[in-house]
């Protein structure tokens, strides 16, 4: 199956610092990528949805200006959480679309990102 | 707007034994659906997708349903091993991105 690589796998960082996460896909083109985070015991809740060559939608409630998503290539997507604070403290988890038809897509998922903020 | 519900949350079964997780799901415009595993602290591994023209797919030990006109997806284990420890979420995508259940905690105790 395709694969999807995210790093770091965990980060720990000072309140007030940013941090950026990677998201690459590794053997395929990933014209579509989203971003998702996870509370404990909660499922995972979309952030944005990241276009290659556009800017990213965000859902309701994600600030844009805090999560700042770039997709510049079709292999790549960054996220960065800007000022951190500990209520940011989550884990972080990234997908890619493969599409070899015009509906058949699956997503596939890199090994998440667990960001604590102190 | 989409809704995914799983049932149960948690399941404990012993080595050995069948199980079913239940998925449903309110809006049956959907392209695919898919199930997942979560290991704990760990990313998603896609385990089985289902095109909505299909009605079930079969990897290993795993056999996935989908009934799209009643809103519903069940997930067959066979034999479970304690391996099969972790998370399970199903998820739909259509017009929007992957919608998530909340997940059934599934233990098998040796």
């Known amino acids: 199956g395709a694969v999807v690589s995210q790093h770091p796998s965990w980060v720990i960082c000072k309140s007030g610092t940013s941090v950026k996460i990677e998201c690459r896909s590794l053997d395929f083109q990933a014209t579509t990528m989203f971003w998702y985070r996870q509370f404990p015991k909660q499922s995972l809740m979309l952030m944005a949805t990241s276009n290659e060559g556009s800017k990213a939608t965000y859902e309701q409630g994600v600030e844009k200006d805090k999560f700042l998503i770039n997709h510049a290539s079709l292999t790549l997507s960054t996220l960065t959480v800007t000022s951190a604070h500990p209520e940011d403290s989550s884990f972080y988890i990234c997908s890619a679309l493969t599409r070899d038809r015009v509906w058949n897509t699956e997503a596939f998922f890199g090994q998440g990102t667990r960001l604590t903020v102190v | ?110």
């Open chain 2, 1 to 110: 707007k989409q809704e995914v519900t799983q049932i149960p949350a948690a399941l404990s079964v012993p080595e050995g034994e069948n199980l079913v997780l239940n998925c449903s799901f309110t809006d049956s415009a959907i392209y695919n659906l898919q199930w997942f595993r979560q290991d704990p602290g760990k990313g998603l591994t896609s385990l089985l997708l289902i095109q909505s023209s299909q009605r079930e797919q079969t990897s290993g030990r795993l056999n996935a349903s989908l009934d799209k006109s009643s809103g519903r997806s069940t997930l067959y284990i066979a034999a479970s091993q304690p391996g099969d420890s972790a998370t399970y979420l199903c998820a739909t995508s259509g017009n929007t991105p992957l919608v998530f259940g909340k997940g059934t905690r599934l233990s098998v105790i040796a």
